[in-house]
């Protein structure tokens, strides 16, 4: 059983670009949610993706976007990219949309660094 | 408030016992979590407690609920210098979110 991988691990960006992270889920799991992880901060919910939809969403604005792939695979996008955007971005995964279960199983994060 | 509470820092030394408060805000919250983060990595799930429960334990770790109060405790019998981390607290809503608190730092001392 394969476990949830993000790529890339590290980041660094420019003010004003644009910028696409990966995420694979684990195996048999069909949700995944992202999270940003500011420094010194607990994660702070993005948005989930269930069977492809969006389900549900943060205080994130939308130039915070997502996918979600047949596969169950994901990507976070960002566009016009700010300094304040600096974080780790940490990708779960859950079988159902996270009540049912009990809780998610987090990737060790993609490190975004804009400059 | 929107906020899951937990104090920031705690020092214990190795072999004692270390208790890790929070509070959180939503009493219909299902599922209640704890979470370990080591330096560079992910979020690792340690325990979680279902709402109708005001107890459990799994090795040496027990978790104390008081869902009148909001109150979620987590406690590490014998602490270890592997136990060294940031223990997140989390609330499992009804909306389907988890939402996390600040993240408590224990630091273990020899």
């Known amino acids: 059983e394969t476990g949830v991988t993000q790529s890339p691990t590290h980041l660094i960006k420019t003010r004003g670009q644009q910028v696409t992270l990966r995420c694979s889920s684990q195996s048999g799991h069909n949700t995944v949610s992202w999270y940003q992880q500011a420094l010194g901060q607990g994660p702070q919910f993005i948005f989930q993706y269930y069977r492809e939809e969006e389900n549900g969403r943060g205080n994130f604005p939308p130039r915070f976007s997502g996918l979600q792939f047949p596969n169950y695979s994901s990507e976070l996008n960002v566009n016009a990219l700010e300094l304040d955007d600096s974080a780790l971005y940490l990708c779960a995964s859950s079988l159902g949309t996270g009540r049912a279960n009990y809780g998610y199983t987090f990737g060790s994060g993609t490190r975004l660094t804009v400059v | 408030g929107e906020d899951v509470e937990q104090s920031l820092f705690l020092s214990v030394r190795e072999g004692d016992s270390s208790v890790i408060n929070c509070t959180y805000t939503?009493?219909?919250?299902?599922?209640l979590y704890w979470y370990k983060q080591e330096p560079g990595a992910g979020l690792q799930l340690l325990t979680y407690i279902f709402s109708n429960m005001d107890m459990k334990q799994d090795q040496r770790l027990t978790v104390l609920l008081n869902k009148k109060d909001k109150h979620l405790s987590l406690r590490i019998a014998d602490t270890q210098t592997g136990d060294s981390a940031i223990y997140f607290c989390a609330e499992g809503r009804r909306d389907d979110k988890i939402i996390f608190g600040k993240g408590t730092r224990l630091h273990i001392l020899p």
């Open positions: 939503d009493s219909s919250s299902t599922y």
